[in-house]
């Protein structure tokens, strides 16, 4: 059966069946939208475009969008987050063949709505003219052998946010490498033994995925027309090793991040520095005002000085369905969102936010939004800027990073509890992949070293 055997290849996967018809409406197929029925530029009534979001702001966004534009108009649906049942929710109305327009797709679910046949395949809708406005590395990770299946809104490289207050009252020194930061938990330790230098979260399923990616591993790639999957490589295990070590030393805390006994962590100033993408800065200032002051940011420590990467950790990506009826529009809508100054506006009209522009462009219309107070004055889309530019490129997210990511975070809590190690949950993670992968249909190797 020729649709099967396309299926198992790793590109004929995300363009099988359900995007071949759906590609179709792009150059006026059997998707066309019935005689008579308005169509972007044909002077009749706007098109009207579905858009659904878990993103803040995204109701200013569309706000904005209608009222400079005649053609094209935008009905905004807010959702839930994904990890909240805003993907089921996607999924769910794309097999029942009424999914939005746009939707919203964070960068670890892009491969497997793209597999899934929810997110369509744009490559042919994006111009050259959008591509330049945006980061490569960016772009990047929603591009699988040529094919886009979704535009970037934000990047957010991995930092290191710090109390700098307590630094200071300490007398501890940033530290700039992977070493001088496990020197610096020890010491952290030993003067506050209350206190801890960080916290090894539980369900950090991907900020693991930065510190590994930022190391130099590849857990999955598309070699040879194949998903090759290898969640414990070197890179990884020299990973596992130093968190381990730390947690052996009782040097970190560990607990989930998504929880009361956190949130108690940061607001008591026992946790001297949170490692988290750009974003978060944002979030640390609606969540804890009374900190005003206290904190600072920094670039991520290095395993190599000489040779500086980061990961990314969060970031979010618009997506066309395949039950869009104008892809056209609903492309010309996304560019809006991602490029225009006045998007980014309203986007950080809705409250606090430190989110970094995959547009280059916008970096300036973020950093003269953000309310430099919080953070004693720094300007830290300056520090943004310079770590977006070490993302290291070559990472590929799997096709079920949500299964991925609960098996090793279910793995993480038992090594909290004393029962296994880091590096045996990167091995469970890999056990716990293949089974799915083999479901879609995929061909796949796995690598154990």
Known sequence: MPGRHRRRSVLAAMAAAPLAGALGACSGGADDAPSGSSRTGTGKKPVRVTFWSALRGSQEVVDAFNRTHDRIQVDFQQIPS????????????????????VATIEYPQVPGFAIDGVARDITDLVDDRLRAKLLPQAFALTTFQGRVFSVPLDVEPMVMHYRADLFDGYGLQVPR???????????????????????????????????????????????????????A????????????????????????????????QIGNGLVLTRLSGAWDAGAQMNARPGQKGQWRIAPLPQWDTARPAVGTHGGSTFAVT???????????????????????????????SSQYPAASAL????????????????????????????????????????????????????????????????????????PDLKALGLSTTQHST
């Open 82 to 101: 994904g990890g909240q049942g805003g993907y089921a929710k996607l999924s769910n109305a794309a097999r029942a063949g009424n999914a939005p327009d």
């Open 322 to 352: 395949k039950d869009s009826r104008d892809p056209e529009a609903a492309m010309e809508f996304i560019a809006w969102q991602v490029s225009h100054p006045d998007a980014l506006r309203a986007r950080l009209s809705s409250g606090t």
């Open 177 to 231: 490498t992977w070493d001088e930061f496990a020197d610096l938990a020890r010491v952290v330790r030993r003067k506050a033994p209350e206190r801890r230098l960080v916290l090894f979260p539980t369900d950090g399923a991907t900020q693991f995925a930065a510190y590994s990616w930022q190391a130099g591993a590849q857990w999955f790639d598309t070699r040879d027309g194949a998903w090759n999957v290898s969640l």
């Open 363 to 434: 970096v300036a219309v973020g950093r003269d939004a953000f309310d430099r107070s919080y953070y004693g004055g720094q300007d830290i889309y300056t520090l943004f800027e310079q770590e977006a530019e070490k993302i290291r490129d070559g990472w590929v997210w799997g096709p079920r990073m949500t299964a991925t990511g609960r098996v090793m975070q279910d793995s993480f809590a038992r090594v909290s509890a004393g029962r296994g190690t880091i590096a045996d949950s990167m091995r469970a993670a890999q056990d716990g992949t293949m």
């Open 233 to 264: 490589d070197a890179p990884t295990r020299r990973v596992a090793a130093y968190w381990q070590n730390l947690i052996d030393r009782d040097d970190v805390f560990m607990n989930a991040v998504e929880s009361r006994q956190s949130d108690a």
